[in-house]
């Protein structure tokens, strides 16, 4: 049984920063990828960013290019997303996700069903 839990949001002004962490535990392998989600209200949930802990490989949403960074402690089984330039419109709950015993598909990182463990999620709030 694999626990994701997700940690770091809050909130900001819009141009601020922020950093999310995540932690995949029981599970003692480098072959997971892991992904990050947000919803935002009555919205559909989006993939923001993936990594594949064993490799590095990364992958971005249009959302998060240019301003969001993915990446990973390949011993702690752990994920960090680092948010620069943080506009009002990034306010949802993000949420962690594993997918253990698989790399990241480059064509289906960003579906929800691709991943097998959720975290519980972390709001993040960007005021104007």
């Known amino acids: 049984q694999v626990t994701v839990v997700e940690s770091g949001g809050g909130s900001v002004q819009a141009g601020g920063s922020l950093r999310l962490s995540c932690v995949a535990y029981?599970?003692?392998?480098?072959?997971?990828?892991m992904g990050w989600f947000r919803q935002a209200p009555g919205k559909e949930r989006e993939g923001v960013a993936a990594?594949?802990?064993?490799?590095?490989?990364?992958y971005y949403g249009y959302s998060a290019t240019g301003r969001f960074t993915i990446s990973r402690d390949a011993a702690e089984n752990s994920m960090y997303l680092q948010m620069n330039n943080l506009k009002p419109e990034d306010t949802a709950m993000y949420y962690c996700?594993?997918?253990?015993?698989?790399?990241?598909?480059?064509?289906?990182?960003?579906?929800?069903?691709?991943?097998?463990?959720w975290g519980q999620g972390t709001q993040v709030t960007v005021s104007s």
């Open positions: 996700a594993a997918n253990p015993g698989n790399t990241c598909s480059e064509h289906a990182w960003d579906r929800s069903r691709v991943y097998r463990d």
């Open positions: 029981g599970y003692p392998y480098r072959h997971i990828c």
């Open positions: 990594i594949y802990i064993g490799g590095g490989n990364t």
